[in-house]
């Protein structure tokens, strides 16, 4: 099943040496805790990058994109098993 959220949350993340590490995320009043990054892209929204993470929880991904010209994070979709 997916979910389109398309939401701004907080990160929590570890950046250093060309690598980003996302440890949380917190929307809708919890914490997700971040197993790993299954997959990253960018897209351009213009000439300006943008970000996109696919990270793993709970036996979900979770799609996520940071806009560096706006400096805002957004949860865009989930997956869930059923």
Same mark, same amino acid.
């Given at each position: 099943?997916?979910?389109?959220?398309?939401?701004?949350?907080?990160?929590?993340?570890? +950046?250093?040496?060309?690598? !980003?590490?996302?440890i949380?995320?917190? @929307?809708?009043?919890?914490?997700i /805790? &971040?197993?790993?990054?299954?997959?990253?892209?960018?897209?351009?929204?213009?000439?300006?990058? +943008?970000?996109?993470?696919a !990270?793993?929880?709970?036996d979900?991904? @979770?799609?996520?994109?940071?806009? /560096? &010209?706006?400096?805002?994070?957004?949860?865009?979709?989930?997956?869930?098993?059923?």
């Amino acid at each position: 099943m997916i979910t389109d959220v398309n939401e701004p949350i907080k990160v929590k993340l570890i +950046v250093g040496k060309g690598t !980003v590490k996302i440890i949380s995320l917190f @929307w809708n009043s919890r914490i997700i /805790p &971040v197993e790993n990054i299954t997959y990253q892209w960018m897209t351009k929204n213009g000439i300006y990058p +943008v970000f996109h993470f696919a !990270v793993s929880s709970n036996d979900a991904i @979770w799609e996520i994109h940071f806009d /560096p &010209v706006k400096l805002q994070w957004k949860l865009d979709r989930i997956h869930m098993d059923g």
